[in-house]
Protein backbone atom coordinates (compact mmCIF):
# COMPACT_ATOMS: atom_id res chain seq x y z
CA UNK A 1 0.00 0.00 0.00
CA UNK A 2 1.53 3.39 -1.16
CA UNK A 3 2.14 5.81 1.91
CA UNK A 4 0.02 8.70 1.78
CA UNK A 5 2.61 12.05 0.83
CA UNK A 6 2.78 14.05 3.87
CA UNK A 7 1.71 17.85 2.85
CA UNK A 8 3.37 21.03 4.49
CA UNK A 9 1.99 24.38 4.90
CA UNK A 10 3.51 28.19 5.69
CA UNK A 11 2.04 28.96 9.08
CA UNK A 12 3.39 31.13 11.89
CA UNK A 13 4.29 27.84 14.23
CA UNK A 14 5.81 26.35 11.33
CA UNK A 15 8.11 29.00 10.46
CA UNK A 16 8.84 29.58 13.65
CA UNK A 17 10.24 25.94 14.07
CA UNK A 18 12.21 25.80 11.36
CA UNK A 19 14.05 29.01 12.81
CA UNK A 20 14.36 27.43 16.57
CA UNK A 21 17.55 25.32 17.58
CA UNK A 22 16.95 21.30 17.99
CA UNK A 23 17.61 20.35 21.30
CA UNK A 24 17.52 17.17 22.02
CA UNK A 25 19.96 14.76 19.85
CA UNK A 26 17.19 12.71 19.13
CA UNK A 27 14.74 15.26 18.04
CA UNK A 28 13.72 15.52 13.92
CA UNK A 29 16.37 17.82 13.22
CA UNK A 30 19.25 15.96 15.36
CA UNK A 31 18.00 13.01 13.32
CA UNK A 32 18.34 14.69 10.75
CA UNK A 33 21.40 16.41 10.80
CA UNK A 34 23.13 12.61 11.75
CA UNK A 35 21.85 11.08 8.67
CA UNK A 36 23.12 14.37 6.18
CA UNK A 37 26.24 13.96 8.10
CA UNK A 38 26.31 10.03 7.62
CA UNK A 39 25.74 10.21 4.26
CA UNK A 40 28.49 13.06 3.42
CA UNK A 41 31.07 11.03 5.27
CA UNK A 42 30.14 7.93 3.20
CA UNK A 43 30.16 10.18 -0.02
CA UNK A 44 33.78 11.57 0.87
CA UNK A 45 35.10 7.99 1.52
CA UNK A 46 33.82 6.90 -1.87
CA UNK A 47 36.78 7.26 -4.51
CA UNK A 48 34.65 7.68 -7.42
CA UNK A 49 35.42 11.05 -8.83
CA UNK A 50 32.12 11.66 -10.37
CA UNK A 51 28.96 9.81 -11.64
CA UNK A 52 28.62 8.45 -15.16
CA UNK A 53 25.17 10.87 -15.13
CA UNK A 54 25.51 13.07 -18.41
CA UNK A 55 25.07 17.00 -17.67
CA UNK A 56 22.24 17.20 -20.04
CA UNK A 57 20.08 14.31 -18.14
CA UNK A 58 21.24 16.38 -14.70
CA UNK A 59 19.76 19.35 -16.08
CA UNK A 60 16.56 18.20 -15.62
CA UNK A 61 16.24 17.87 -12.33
CA UNK A 62 16.63 21.98 -12.33
CA UNK A 63 14.30 23.12 -14.71
CA UNK A 64 11.85 24.77 -13.24
CA UNK A 65 11.91 28.68 -12.78
CA UNK A 66 9.26 28.56 -10.18
CA UNK A 67 9.69 29.54 -6.81
CA UNK A 68 7.20 27.08 -4.96
CA UNK A 69 3.42 27.73 -3.62
CA UNK A 70 3.82 24.68 -1.59
CA UNK A 71 6.78 24.47 1.39
CA UNK A 72 8.28 21.00 1.56
CA UNK A 73 9.29 19.62 4.96
CA UNK A 74 13.00 19.45 5.67
CA UNK A 75 13.47 15.63 5.45
CA UNK A 76 11.81 15.26 2.56
CA UNK A 77 14.14 18.06 0.82
CA UNK A 78 17.32 16.99 2.57
CA UNK A 79 16.48 13.56 0.72
CA UNK A 80 16.26 15.56 -2.98
CA UNK A 81 19.20 17.11 -1.96
CA UNK A 82 20.84 13.68 -1.03
CA UNK A 83 19.48 12.12 -4.35
CA UNK A 84 19.91 14.91 -6.79
CA UNK A 85 22.84 17.15 -5.68
CA UNK A 86 25.14 15.44 -3.51
CA UNK A 87 25.14 12.03 -5.50
CA UNK A 88 26.12 14.31 -8.36
CA UNK A 89 28.50 15.95 -7.39
CA UNK A 90 32.16 15.79 -8.35
CA UNK A 91 34.42 14.32 -5.73
CA UNK A 92 36.82 16.80 -5.40
CA UNK A 93 38.57 15.15 -2.01
CA UNK A 94 39.31 11.93 -4.17
CA UNK A 95 43.04 10.63 -4.19
CA UNK A 96 42.63 10.37 -8.12
CA UNK A 97 40.66 13.83 -8.29
CA UNK A 98 44.48 15.14 -9.89
CA UNK A 99 43.05 17.76 -11.83
CA UNK A 100 42.49 20.89 -10.53
CA UNK A 101 43.72 22.83 -7.50
CA UNK A 102 40.88 21.66 -5.46
CA UNK A 103 41.77 18.97 -2.58
CA UNK A 104 41.07 16.70 0.09
CA UNK A 105 39.99 18.88 3.26
CA UNK A 106 40.70 18.30 6.60
CA UNK A 107 38.43 16.31 8.99
CA UNK A 108 38.38 19.03 11.36
CA UNK A 109 37.09 21.41 9.24
CA UNK A 110 33.62 20.27 8.90
CA UNK A 111 32.51 20.55 12.57
CA UNK A 112 34.62 24.14 12.46
CA UNK A 113 32.60 25.32 9.27
CA UNK A 114 29.35 24.19 11.21
CA UNK A 115 30.16 26.32 13.95
CA UNK A 116 31.55 29.19 11.57
CA UNK A 117 27.89 29.07 9.56
CA UNK A 118 26.22 28.76 12.26
CA UNK A 119 27.28 32.11 13.95
CA UNK A 120 26.79 33.96 10.97
CA UNK A 121 29.47 36.58 11.73
CA UNK A 122 29.34 39.70 8.90
CA UNK A 123 33.48 40.39 8.91
CA UNK A 124 32.30 44.12 7.08
CA UNK A 125 31.99 45.70 10.47
CA UNK A 126 32.78 45.50 14.31
CA UNK A 127 29.28 45.27 15.11
CA UNK A 128 28.02 42.06 13.43
CA UNK A 129 31.81 40.08 13.93
CA UNK A 130 32.97 40.88 17.57
CA UNK A 131 35.73 38.57 18.26
CA UNK A 132 36.17 37.61 14.76
CA UNK A 133 37.52 41.02 13.40
CA UNK A 134 40.57 40.89 15.96
CA UNK A 135 41.28 37.48 14.14
CA UNK A 136 40.93 37.71 11.12
CA UNK A 137 43.46 40.81 11.96
CA UNK A 138 45.61 38.53 13.43
CA UNK A 139 45.55 36.03 10.63
CA UNK A 140 46.73 38.73 7.93
CA UNK A 141 49.59 39.73 10.60
CA UNK A 142 50.97 35.75 10.66
CA UNK A 143 50.33 35.80 6.66
CA UNK A 144 52.17 39.18 6.44
CA UNK A 145 54.86 37.80 8.93
CA UNK A 146 55.37 34.30 6.81
CA UNK A 147 56.01 36.61 3.51
CA UNK A 148 57.63 39.87 4.76
CA UNK A 149 59.03 38.40 8.26
CA UNK A 150 59.15 41.66 10.17
CA UNK A 151 59.83 41.92 13.88
CA UNK A 152 57.22 41.56 16.49
CA UNK A 153 57.43 45.67 17.11
CA UNK A 154 56.50 45.77 13.59
CA UNK A 155 53.45 43.81 14.14
CA UNK A 156 52.36 45.34 17.80
CA UNK A 157 52.27 48.67 16.13
CA UNK A 158 50.10 47.61 12.76
CA UNK A 159 48.51 44.91 13.37
CA UNK A 160 45.10 46.01 14.96
CA UNK A 161 45.77 49.64 14.19
CA UNK A 162 41.80 51.36 12.92
CA UNK A 163 43.92 53.64 10.09
CA UNK A 164 45.84 50.84 8.78
CA UNK A 165 45.62 47.35 7.20
CA UNK A 166 48.12 44.40 6.45
CA UNK A 167 45.94 43.27 3.86
CA UNK A 168 42.35 41.58 3.67
CA UNK A 169 40.49 38.06 3.11
CA UNK A 170 38.80 37.74 -0.04
CA UNK A 171 35.96 35.40 -2.07
CA UNK A 172 39.44 34.07 -3.86
CA UNK A 173 42.61 35.29 -5.80
CA UNK A 174 40.57 37.27 -8.96
CA UNK A 175 39.10 40.03 -5.68
CA UNK A 176 42.67 39.47 -4.22
CA UNK A 177 44.52 40.78 -7.60
CA UNK A 178 42.01 43.34 -7.97
CA UNK A 179 42.24 44.66 -4.71
CA UNK A 180 45.94 44.95 -4.75
CA UNK A 181 46.03 46.60 -8.60
CA UNK A 182 43.21 49.19 -7.50
CA UNK A 183 45.36 50.54 -4.65
CA UNK A 184 48.40 50.98 -7.23
CA UNK A 185 45.89 53.01 -9.51
CA UNK A 186 44.73 54.99 -6.38
CA UNK A 187 48.30 55.25 -5.23
CA UNK A 188 49.73 56.19 -8.40
CA UNK A 189 47.24 58.58 -8.95
CA UNK A 190 46.51 60.30 -6.14
CA UNK A 191 45.34 63.48 -5.07
CA UNK A 192 47.87 66.39 -5.86
CA UNK A 193 47.39 70.33 -5.74
CA UNK A 194 43.57 70.69 -7.68
CA UNK A 195 43.46 67.06 -8.19
CA UNK A 196 41.21 65.50 -5.86
CA UNK A 197 42.38 61.60 -6.89
CA UNK A 198 41.44 59.30 -9.23
CA UNK A 199 38.43 57.34 -6.88
CA UNK A 200 37.18 61.13 -6.49
CA UNK A 201 37.37 62.44 -10.20
CA UNK A 202 37.94 59.77 -12.85
CA UNK A 203 40.46 57.92 -14.61
CA UNK A 204 40.17 60.04 -17.40
CA UNK A 205 40.96 63.65 -15.35
CA UNK A 206 43.52 62.00 -13.81
CA UNK A 207 45.59 60.77 -16.68
CA UNK A 208 44.82 64.15 -17.92
CA UNK A 209 46.08 65.91 -14.52
CA UNK A 210 49.51 63.29 -14.71
CA UNK A 211 49.71 63.41 -18.63
CA UNK A 212 50.34 60.24 -19.14
CA UNK A 213 49.57 58.87 -22.40
CA UNK A 214 48.09 55.43 -21.18
CA UNK A 215 48.49 52.93 -17.95
CA UNK A 216 49.99 49.28 -18.73
CA UNK A 217 50.38 46.19 -16.38
CA UNK A 218 53.23 43.68 -17.19
CA UNK A 219 52.78 40.23 -16.54
CA UNK A 220 54.26 37.02 -18.11
CA UNK A 221 51.92 34.88 -21.33
CA UNK A 222 51.54 32.50 -18.11
CA UNK A 223 49.27 35.46 -16.51
CA UNK A 224 46.17 34.47 -14.80
CA UNK A 225 43.09 35.73 -16.68
CA UNK A 226 41.77 37.68 -13.73
CA UNK A 227 44.66 40.48 -14.27
CA UNK A 228 42.53 41.10 -17.43
CA UNK A 229 39.26 41.30 -15.46
CA UNK A 230 41.59 44.02 -13.03
CA UNK A 231 42.43 45.88 -16.11
CA UNK A 232 38.58 46.40 -17.47
CA UNK A 233 37.20 46.82 -13.81
CA UNK A 234 39.80 49.42 -13.24
CA UNK A 235 38.83 51.22 -16.62
CA UNK A 236 42.63 50.73 -17.87
CA UNK A 237 41.77 48.19 -20.42
CA UNK A 238 42.70 44.64 -21.17
CA UNK A 239 44.48 45.50 -24.31
CA UNK A 240 46.67 47.23 -21.84
CA UNK A 241 47.67 44.27 -19.71
CA UNK A 242 50.89 43.43 -21.60
CA UNK A 243 51.88 39.67 -21.72
CA UNK A 244 55.85 39.17 -21.76
CA UNK A 245 57.29 36.29 -23.38
CA UNK A 246 58.63 33.09 -21.08
CA UNK A 247 61.93 31.47 -21.63
CA UNK A 248 61.74 27.35 -22.08
CA UNK A 249 61.25 26.95 -18.32
CA UNK A 250 57.95 29.22 -17.93
CA UNK A 251 59.31 31.91 -16.32
CA UNK A 252 59.13 35.69 -17.51
CA UNK A 253 62.10 36.56 -19.45
CA UNK A 254 63.37 39.61 -17.59
CA UNK A 255 65.19 41.27 -20.33
CA UNK A 256 62.34 41.07 -22.57
CA UNK A 257 60.43 42.74 -19.16
CA UNK A 258 63.32 45.83 -19.18
CA UNK A 259 63.08 46.08 -22.96
CA UNK A 260 59.49 46.82 -22.91
CA UNK A 261 59.38 49.19 -20.26
CA UNK A 262 61.79 50.90 -21.74
CA UNK A 263 59.74 51.10 -25.09
CA UNK A 264 56.68 52.07 -23.12
CA UNK A 265 58.39 54.93 -21.40
CA UNK A 266 59.51 56.39 -24.69
CA UNK A 267 55.80 56.35 -25.54
CA UNK A 268 54.66 58.11 -22.41
CA UNK A 269 52.74 54.66 -21.23
CA UNK A 270 53.44 54.61 -17.45
CA UNK A 271 54.08 51.19 -15.99
CA UNK A 272 51.46 50.87 -13.33
CA UNK A 273 51.97 47.37 -11.61
CA UNK A 274 54.85 44.31 -13.04
CA UNK A 275 53.25 40.98 -12.00
CA UNK A 276 55.26 38.13 -11.19
CA UNK A 277 53.96 34.72 -10.85
CA UNK A 278 54.62 32.39 -8.23
CA UNK A 279 53.32 29.08 -9.41
CA UNK A 280 51.58 29.53 -13.04
CA UNK A 281 47.96 27.86 -13.42
CA UNK A 282 48.80 26.17 -16.39
CA UNK A 283 52.37 24.52 -15.24
CA UNK A 284 53.15 25.53 -11.55
CA UNK A 285 56.61 28.38 -12.14
CA UNK A 286 57.60 30.62 -10.59
CA UNK A 287 58.95 33.70 -12.04
CA UNK A 288 62.68 35.70 -11.16
CA UNK A 289 60.89 37.22 -8.22
CA UNK A 290 64.10 39.36 -7.02
CA UNK A 291 65.00 40.15 -10.85
CA UNK A 292 61.53 41.52 -11.64
CA UNK A 293 61.75 44.16 -8.14
CA UNK A 294 64.76 45.58 -9.39
CA UNK A 295 63.27 46.13 -12.28
CA UNK A 296 60.17 47.69 -10.94
CA UNK A 297 62.06 49.28 -7.77
CA UNK A 298 63.96 50.98 -10.73
CA UNK A 299 60.98 52.52 -12.82
CA UNK A 300 59.37 53.01 -9.66
CA UNK A 301 55.70 50.98 -10.26
CA UNK A 302 54.11 48.71 -8.13
CA UNK A 303 55.39 45.15 -7.81
CA UNK A 304 52.39 42.34 -6.99
CA UNK A 305 52.96 39.01 -6.43
CA UNK A 306 50.28 36.45 -7.50
CA UNK A 307 50.89 33.59 -5.73
CA UNK A 308 47.55 32.38 -5.73
CA UNK A 309 48.92 28.95 -5.68
CA UNK A 310 52.82 28.73 -5.27
CA UNK A 311 52.65 31.33 -2.06
CA UNK A 312 51.42 28.55 0.21
CA UNK A 313 55.27 27.11 -0.35
CA UNK A 314 56.78 29.77 1.89
CA UNK A 315 55.60 27.49 4.99
CA UNK A 316 58.06 24.90 3.74
CA UNK A 317 61.49 25.94 4.99
CA UNK A 318 63.07 23.55 2.35
CA UNK A 319 60.92 25.01 -0.90
CA UNK A 320 61.14 28.41 0.37
CA UNK A 321 63.57 30.04 -1.41
CA UNK A 322 61.91 28.84 -5.20
CA UNK A 323 59.69 32.17 -4.11
CA UNK A 324 63.03 33.74 -3.70
CA UNK A 325 62.69 38.02 -4.19
CA UNK A 326 58.58 37.95 -2.82
CA UNK A 327 59.34 39.70 0.02
CA UNK A 328 60.19 42.73 -1.93
CA UNK A 329 56.93 42.67 -3.35
CA UNK A 330 54.31 46.01 -2.97
CA UNK A 331 51.42 43.47 -2.61
CA UNK A 332 51.07 39.43 -2.42
CA UNK A 333 48.18 37.21 -3.27
CA UNK A 334 47.77 33.64 -1.43
CA UNK A 335 44.39 31.75 -1.68
CA UNK A 336 44.28 29.55 1.16
CA UNK A 337 41.70 27.73 -0.06
CA UNK A 338 44.56 26.23 -2.33
CA UNK A 339 47.23 24.42 -1.17
CA UNK A 340 46.52 25.66 2.68
CA UNK A 341 43.07 22.98 2.49
CA UNK A 342 40.53 25.41 3.88
CA UNK A 343 36.95 24.89 1.98
CA UNK A 344 36.85 27.41 -1.14
CA UNK A 345 36.27 31.49 -0.64
CA UNK A 346 39.40 32.52 1.35
CA UNK A 347 41.87 34.64 -1.22
CA UNK A 348 44.05 36.81 0.64
CA UNK A 349 46.14 40.12 -0.23
CA UNK A 350 48.64 41.06 1.76
CA UNK A 351 50.39 44.44 1.34
CA UNK A 352 54.03 45.16 2.51
CA UNK A 353 53.25 49.02 3.84
CA UNK A 354 49.94 49.20 6.32
CA UNK A 355 49.43 52.28 5.02
CA UNK A 356 48.59 51.24 1.50
CA UNK A 357 44.84 50.56 1.52
CA UNK A 358 44.24 54.61 2.77
CA UNK A 359 44.27 54.42 -0.80
CA UNK A 360 41.04 52.54 -1.34
CA UNK A 361 39.49 53.68 2.35
CA UNK A 362 35.36 54.12 1.95
CA UNK A 363 33.49 55.37 5.06
CA UNK A 364 29.68 55.29 5.81
CA UNK A 365 27.40 56.74 8.18
CA UNK A 366 25.93 53.76 9.51
CA UNK A 367 29.10 51.45 9.26
CA UNK A 368 32.33 52.18 8.61
CA UNK A 369 32.76 55.21 10.73
CA UNK A 370 36.01 56.72 10.72
CA UNK A 371 38.10 55.82 13.25
CA UNK A 372 36.49 52.67 13.69
CA UNK A 373 38.27 49.01 13.21
CA UNK A 374 35.48 48.00 10.40
CA UNK A 375 37.22 45.77 7.78
CA UNK A 376 34.77 46.56 5.17
CA UNK A 377 36.87 50.12 5.19
CA UNK A 378 39.60 48.80 3.63
CA UNK A 379 37.72 45.85 1.45
CA UNK A 380 36.32 45.52 -2.59
CA UNK A 381 33.72 43.17 -0.72
CA UNK A 382 30.83 44.29 1.39
CA UNK A 383 29.62 41.85 3.50
CA UNK A 384 31.94 38.62 4.24
CA UNK A 385 31.74 35.06 6.36
CA UNK A 386 34.40 34.73 9.02
CA UNK A 387 36.53 32.59 6.74
CA UNK A 388 39.48 33.42 8.55
CA UNK A 389 38.41 31.47 11.49
CA UNK A 390 39.30 28.13 9.74
CA UNK A 391 42.63 29.30 8.22
CA UNK A 392 43.41 30.44 12.28
CA UNK A 393 42.57 27.14 13.21
CA UNK A 394 44.42 24.96 10.40
CA UNK A 395 47.14 27.14 11.28
CA UNK A 396 47.14 26.32 15.06
CA UNK A 397 46.18 22.49 14.61
CA UNK A 398 48.44 21.30 11.33
CA UNK A 399 51.09 24.15 12.26
CA UNK A 400 53.91 25.24 10.02
CA UNK A 401 56.00 22.24 10.29
CA UNK A 402 53.17 20.29 9.26
CA UNK A 403 52.14 22.02 6.35
CA UNK A 404 55.59 21.58 5.39
CA UNK A 405 55.26 17.68 5.19
CA UNK A 406 52.09 18.99 2.98
CA UNK A 407 54.15 21.17 0.38
CA UNK A 408 57.20 18.67 0.53
CA UNK A 409 55.34 15.71 0.10
CA UNK A 410 53.37 17.30 -2.74
CA UNK A 411 56.30 18.62 -4.92
CA UNK A 412 58.35 15.46 -4.38
CA UNK A 413 55.11 13.37 -5.62
CA UNK A 414 55.00 15.22 -8.45
CA UNK A 415 58.58 14.72 -8.83
CA UNK A 416 58.33 10.92 -8.31
CA UNK A 417 55.15 11.30 -11.28
CA UNK A 418 57.37 12.99 -13.88
CA UNK A 419 60.13 10.08 -13.35
CA UNK A 420 57.68 7.65 -14.13
CA UNK A 421 56.37 9.40 -16.90
CA UNK A 422 59.43 9.65 -18.42
CA UNK A 423 60.65 5.60 -17.75
CA UNK A 424 57.33 5.14 -19.54
CA UNK A 425 57.39 4.55 -23.59
CA UNK A 426 53.71 5.62 -24.43
CA UNK A 427 54.13 8.84 -22.75
CA UNK A 428 56.09 12.60 -23.26
CA UNK A 429 56.55 14.44 -20.26
CA UNK A 430 55.78 18.15 -21.47
CA UNK A 431 56.88 20.30 -18.44
CA UNK A 432 58.63 19.24 -15.31
CA UNK A 433 57.31 20.19 -12.05
CA UNK A 434 58.72 23.18 -10.08
CA UNK A 435 56.07 23.14 -7.61
CA UNK A 436 53.72 20.26 -7.39
CA UNK A 437 52.27 20.24 -11.00
CA UNK A 438 52.98 19.05 -14.28
CA UNK A 439 52.06 18.28 -17.95
CA UNK A 440 52.11 15.39 -19.99
CA UNK A 441 50.57 13.55 -23.15
CA UNK A 442 50.57 10.05 -24.82
CA UNK A 443 52.70 9.65 -27.06
CA UNK A 444 54.34 6.08 -27.99
CA UNK A 445 57.88 5.67 -28.26
CA UNK A 446 57.69 5.60 -31.96
CA UNK A 447 55.96 9.13 -32.51
CA UNK A 448 58.21 10.56 -29.98
CA UNK A 449 61.03 9.33 -32.26
CA UNK A 450 59.41 10.66 -35.30
CA UNK A 451 59.01 14.41 -33.68
CA UNK A 452 63.08 14.35 -32.37
CA UNK A 453 63.80 14.58 -36.08
CA UNK A 454 62.76 18.38 -36.39
CA UNK A 455 60.30 18.19 -39.38
CA UNK A 456 58.27 21.60 -38.37
CA UNK A 457 55.70 20.25 -41.15
CA UNK A 458 55.08 16.54 -40.04
CA UNK A 459 55.49 18.01 -36.45
CA UNK A 460 52.44 20.04 -36.87
CA UNK A 461 49.99 17.01 -38.42
CA UNK A 462 51.75 14.81 -35.33
CA UNK A 463 50.49 17.52 -32.68
CA UNK A 464 47.37 17.94 -34.21
CA UNK A 465 46.45 14.15 -34.09
CA UNK A 466 48.05 14.16 -30.28
CA UNK A 467 46.09 16.48 -29.64
CA UNK A 468 43.08 15.05 -30.85
CA UNK A 469 43.53 12.19 -28.62
CA UNK A 470 44.66 13.85 -25.71
CA UNK A 471 41.21 15.20 -25.95
CA UNK A 472 39.24 11.90 -26.33
CA UNK A 473 41.50 10.27 -23.67
CA UNK A 474 40.94 12.65 -21.02
CA UNK A 475 37.10 13.15 -21.66
CA UNK A 476 36.62 9.30 -21.82
CA UNK A 477 38.57 9.16 -18.79
CA UNK A 478 36.22 12.41 -16.84
CA UNK A 479 33.25 10.36 -18.23
CA UNK A 480 34.18 6.97 -16.55
CA UNK A 481 34.10 8.94 -13.50
CA UNK A 482 37.14 6.84 -11.52
CA UNK A 483 39.72 9.54 -12.09
CA UNK A 484 40.12 12.58 -13.58
CA UNK A 485 42.96 14.60 -15.02
CA UNK A 486 42.60 17.67 -16.67
CA UNK A 487 43.81 19.37 -20.29
CA UNK A 488 45.20 22.55 -21.63
CA UNK A 489 47.03 24.29 -24.57
CA UNK A 490 50.49 25.33 -24.14
CA UNK A 491 53.21 26.84 -26.00
CA UNK A 492 56.18 24.02 -26.27
CA UNK A 493 59.30 25.01 -26.97
CA UNK A 494 61.30 22.38 -28.66
CA UNK A 495 58.08 22.39 -31.10
CA UNK A 496 58.93 25.76 -32.10
CA UNK A 497 56.69 27.52 -29.53
CA UNK A 498 53.02 25.65 -31.04
CA UNK A 499 50.84 25.08 -28.98
CA UNK A 500 49.88 21.26 -28.19
CA UNK A 501 47.05 19.94 -26.12
CA UNK A 502 48.24 18.17 -22.83
CA UNK A 503 47.26 16.60 -19.86
CA UNK A 504 47.37 18.95 -16.67
CA UNK A 505 47.95 17.36 -12.67
CA UNK A 506 47.97 18.67 -9.48
CA UNK A 507 49.30 16.72 -7.24
CA UNK A 508 48.18 18.59 -3.94
CA UNK A 509 45.89 16.12 -2.13
CA UNK A 510 47.89 14.38 0.80
CA UNK A 511 45.60 11.12 -0.08
CA UNK A 512 46.78 10.36 -3.36
CA UNK A 513 49.56 7.59 -3.37
CA UNK A 514 51.67 6.38 -5.84
CA UNK A 515 49.82 3.38 -6.97
CA UNK A 516 47.00 5.61 -7.75
CA UNK A 517 49.28 7.71 -10.29
CA UNK A 518 50.35 4.74 -11.39
CA UNK A 519 46.92 3.06 -12.09
CA UNK A 520 46.18 6.33 -14.05
CA UNK A 521 48.81 6.05 -16.55
CA UNK A 522 47.56 2.58 -17.51
CA UNK A 523 43.65 3.59 -17.71
CA UNK A 524 45.29 6.06 -20.28
CA UNK A 525 46.82 3.81 -21.98
CA UNK A 526 43.41 1.11 -21.99
CA UNK A 527 41.59 4.12 -23.45
CA UNK A 528 44.03 5.13 -25.72
CA UNK A 529 43.35 1.85 -27.34
CA UNK A 530 40.30 2.23 -27.97
CA UNK A 531 40.63 4.82 -30.42
CA UNK A 532 38.86 4.06 -33.41
CA UNK A 533 41.03 6.78 -35.07
CA UNK A 534 44.25 8.70 -34.16
CA UNK A 535 45.87 6.66 -32.41
CA UNK A 536 46.35 3.76 -35.36
CA UNK A 537 46.33 6.90 -38.00
CA UNK A 538 49.63 8.00 -35.71
CA UNK A 539 51.17 4.91 -35.75
CA UNK A 540 50.96 4.13 -38.97
CA UNK A 541 52.56 7.73 -39.89
CA UNK A 542 55.59 6.63 -37.10
CA UNK A 543 56.33 3.73 -39.41
Known amino acids: ?115 MVGLN ?75 RGVAREGLHRAMRHYGYQDLAILVSERGHYSLKKSADILGIGQENVIAIATDENNKIDCQKLAEKCQQLSAKNIKVLAIVGVAGTTETGNVDPLDKMAVIAQKIQCHFHVDAAWGGATLLSNKYRPLLKGIEQADSVTIDAHKQMYVPMGAGIVIFKDPGSVSAIEHHAEYILRKGSKDLGSHT ?31 IEKAEYFAE ?17 LLTYRYAPKSVQALLARNDNDANKSVNLLLGQLTKFIQKRQREDGRSFVSRTRIE ?41 NFLPELLQIAK
Open 380 to 410: LEGSRPGMAMLVYASLHIISRPGYEMLINQA
Open 1 to 115: MRATKRIAEATQESLHRIFTIAEAPDSTLGRLEQEMSQNLVGFLNNHIVASKNALSDIEKDFVNPHIPEQPEFVSDHMHHLLDKLVAQSVHTSSPSFIGHMTSALPAFILPLSKL
Open 492 to 532: VGKYGGEKVIVFRVVLANPLTTKEILQDILEQQCQLALESE
Open 121 to 195: QNLVKVETSKAFTPLERQVIGMMHNLIYQQDDDFYKSWMHSAQHSLGTFCSGGTVANITALWVARNKLLQADGDF
Open 420 to 436: IINQHDSFELITRPELC
